[in-house]
C-alpha cells in the first residue's frame, strides 16, 4: 500500500497524499494531505502553463475560465514571462542580490533563484506559498547554486510578520532585496486590506528595495475576465478579485516606477523591435526610495 492508500484511509474521498507519484521533482514527505475535488489557484495556473501538476477539478475549471476568456493561457504565460523579465533587470541593472518570492506558484521552468543565479550565483530567494502543492514539490526551489541560497516557507501572505521574521534568516534587510508580488495580490480580497500587506512588507525594506508586482486586470477584457472571475469563485476554495489599473497603481504607494511604469503584462520591456499587444494584466516595477526622496507620492508616475 502506497503513502496515499494510507491517507485515503484518513481522509474524505479525493484526498490525496503527498507521497503520491506526481511528475516532476520527487515530492518532499511533508505528509500534508491535499484535497482533489476542489480547484486550487496554484494548480489552475499551472495547467494554463502547460504542466501536470493538477487534478480532474483544476483542469476542467481552467477549461471553463478559457472558454470565457481565450486570452487566458496566453495571459498567464506572459505573466511568467514577465518574472523572468524583472528578475533579469533587478540583478543586472539594478544590482539586487535578495529576492522575497511571495505566491511562489508550483515550481516551474526559470524560477527566480534560476533567473537570478544564473546572472550572480551568490543571489539569494526566498519564497513564500500557502498551498501545499507547492511546499510538495519545494524541494526544486531549494536547489541552490552553493554559492547563494534558497529557503522555502509555508506560509500566508496576510501574515506578514512571520514572514519576515523566517526570510530574515536568509535575507538580511539591512540590504535592498526585491519583493516579488507575481499573480499573488488578486487572492487577498479587499476586507484583508491587500494596500495595508504591500506597505508592510516594504517598510521593513531598506531604501533602493525593489517592488515587482503582477496582477489580473479587471479593465482589459473587463466582461470576459469578470465571467472568468465569477466562475472561479463559485468553483474554488478562496476567492480572486481583478483589479483595475489605478487600483493596481496605489499598491506602488510611496515608490518610484522604473521605466515603462505600469503597463500591460507583456509590454513591459519586451525587448528591441517587439511591440505587443496587451493582455489582461498590470504589471510593474518600483524602487523605494531614500526617506523624503520619492518622485511621487503616490508612485503615480507612469500610472496614467
Ligand atoms: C497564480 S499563482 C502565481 C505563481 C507565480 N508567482 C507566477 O506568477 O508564476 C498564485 C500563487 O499564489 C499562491 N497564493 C495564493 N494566495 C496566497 C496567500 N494568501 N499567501 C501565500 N500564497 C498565496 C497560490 O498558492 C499560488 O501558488
Keep these: 500500500m502506497g503513502v496515499g492508500d494510507e491517507q485515503g484511509a484518513r481522509h474524505p474521498a479525493g484526498w490525496q497524499g ?3 507519484p506526481l511528475d516532476g521533482d520527487e515530492p518532499l514527505d511533508t505528509g500534508v494531505p491535499l484535497d482533489t ?9 499551472d495547467y494554463w502553463l502547460g504542466g501536470k501538476d493538477n487534478f480532474a477539478a483544476d483542469r476542467g475549471l481552467a477549461e471553463k475560465f478559457m472558454a470565457a476568456d481565450p ?3 496566453a495571459g498567464v504565460r506572459s505573466n511568467r514571462a514577465f518574472l523572468g523579465r524583472a528578475v533579469h533587470y533587478l540583478v543586472t ?3 539586487i542580490r535578495q529576492f522575497l518570492d511571495i505566491g511562489t506558484g508550483i515550481p516551474t521552468a526559470d524560477n527566480t533563484h534560476e533567473v537570478a543565479q544564473r546572472v550572480d550565483p551568490s543571489a539569494r530567494v526566498v519564497y513564500v506559498d500557502n498551498d501545499p502543492i507547492v511546499l510538495i514539490h519545494a524541494r526544486a526551489l531549494l536547489a541552490s547554486h552553493p554559492a547563494g541560497a534558497t529557503d522555502y516557507i509555508d506560509a500566508d501572505l496576510r501574515d506578514v510578520g512571520t514572514i519576515l521574521a523566517a526570510a530574515a534568516r536568509t535575507l538580511d534587510f539591512s540590504q535592498p532585496v526585491a519583493v516579488m508580488l507575481i499573480g499573488v495580490l488578486h487572492c487577498i480580497p479587499d476586507e484583508d486590506y491587500p494596500g495595508q500587506l ?3 512588507l516594504m517598510e521593513a ?3 533602493g528595495s525593489y517592488l515587482a508586482l503582477s496582477h489580473p486586470a479587471a479593465d482589459i477584457h473587463a466582461y470576459e475576465m469578470a465571467a472568468g472571475a465569477a466562475m472561479m469563485n463559485r468553483a474554488m476554495a478562496g476567492s480572486i478579485t481583478f483589479r483595475t489599473r489605478a487600483q493596481v497603481a496605489a499598491y506602488f504607494t510611496g515608490l518610484d516606477l522604473v521605466e515603462p511604469g505600469l503597463v500591460s503584462t ?3 520591456r519586451p525587448g528591441p523591435g517587439v511591440r505587443p499587444k496587451p493582455l489582461p494584466g498590470w504589471v510593474g516595477v518600483a524602487v523605494k ?3 523624503g526622496r520619492s518622485r511621487s507620492r503616490a508612485g503615480r508616475r507612469n500610472t496614467g
Excluded: D, K
Design 18 to 20: 503527498v507521497g503520491m
Design 266 to 268: 507583456p509590454q513591459w
Design 93 to 95: 541593472e539594478a544590482g
Design 198 to 200: 504591500v506597505a508592510t
Design 289 to 291: 526610495p531614500a526617506a
Design 71 to 73: 486570452s487566458v493561457t
Design 37 to 45: 475535488n476542489v480547484p486550487h489557484i496554484a494548480r489552475v495556473y
Design 205 to 207: 525594506a531598506a531604501p
